[in-house]
């Protein structure tokens, strides 16, 4: 028998979440499956949840929310023996999207009584738990001035992103990869296990969800409307290239893919995870954490 714990963040996104729980409700009750709701720890603990899927008997944890929700549920359920669902109720939701789970909560639920799992990777930043993509730059000042908004939402996060692409500037960054180490002046550094930022907007094209790899993009010092340019290319054809490449240095966007890496942030540019703004540092070790959590997916 499947007993369901359904954990809703109220103010992630923009939709009306009383009727997200009566549907939660409605369908499972339809269905015949145990479940309970709980909202999400406001300060991200949830040292209690081991202890309660045990006594419980909860055999899947379903997360209301957008990208920035998982990371701190999913991080206190490393090795624990239980099934992950997903019902994006987030602003970009690219975890959800990247393993084609739909915004649709009827169509979500489906899916999560189908039950259909498989293992995803996730990385670790300094010791704290990404589930999709990490920021460190340019699209973390976004993410912490979207955060301070009152109203959330795509267009919210379209007005901070524009704002903050006009006045922003290159950070010093030194990168080191396992016996490659080089500097370079950046806009934004992106450390990836999903494909994109989230809204279907793809920012690593070739990313999996389960190769045992991080994408690393690296936006480069140009001009901005060479930026414009060099993103969207990105977007659509953006290829894996490799340090031994000839031209590797000499491109506008550095693409490429490895297990672990450290990045040197000597001006401190700030930092996101999974789209929620947090502490940056002067030195990141970032390191994958193979088949990290079972995920339940189309």
Request: net charge positive; with cysteine.
């Amino acid at each position: 028998m499947r007993n369901i714990l359904f954990f809703i963040n109220p103010i992630s996104g923009t939709r009306n979440k009383l009727q997200l729980e009566k549907k939660i409700v409605q369908k499972c009750e339809e269905h015949n499956i145990g479940f309970k709701i709980l909202f999400t720890a406001a300060d991200g603990n949830y040292s209690f949840l081991r202890e309660q899927i045990k006594q419980d008997k909860v055999t899947d944890v379903v997360i209301c929310g957008g990208d920035g929700t998982l990371s701190p549920v999913i991080s206190s359920l490393l090795n624990v023996k239980v099934n992950i669902g997903i019902i994006p109720t987030g602003s970009g939701n690219g975890l959800a999207f990247t393993a084609k789970i739909p915004r649709s909560v009827d169509k979500a639920l489906e899916i999560i009584f189908k039950g259909k799992t498989s293992c995803v990777d996730s990385f670790l930043i300094n010791g704290k738990l990404s589930c999709m993509l990490c920021g460190i730059g340019l699209d973390a000042q976004v993410a912490y001035d979207f955060s301070l908004q009152k109203k959330r939402g795509l267009s919210t996060y379209i007005k901070q992103t524009f704002k903050n692409f006009l006045a922003a500037t290159p950070y010093h960054f030194e990168l080191k990869v396992r016996d490659t180490t080089f500097k370079v002046d950046a806009f934004f550094i992106c450390i990836a296990n999903s494909n994109q930022f989230g809204n279907n907007f793809t920012i690593a094209p070739e990313a999996s969800l389960n190769d045992g790899l991080l994408d690393i993009i690296v936006v480069k010092k140009m001009s901005k409307l060479r930026i414009i340019w060099s993103v969207f290319k990105q977007m659509k054809t953006g290829k894996i290239i490799t340090f031994e490449e000839k031209n590797f240095h000499k491109k506008n966007i550095l693409y490429f893919q490895t297990g672990s890496l450290q990045i040197i942030n000597p001006e401190m540019a700030p930092l996101h995870i999974d789209g929620d703004h947090a502490p940056t540092a002067k030195k990141f070790d970032i390191e994958i954490l193979p088949s990290a959590f079972t995920l339940i997916r189309p």
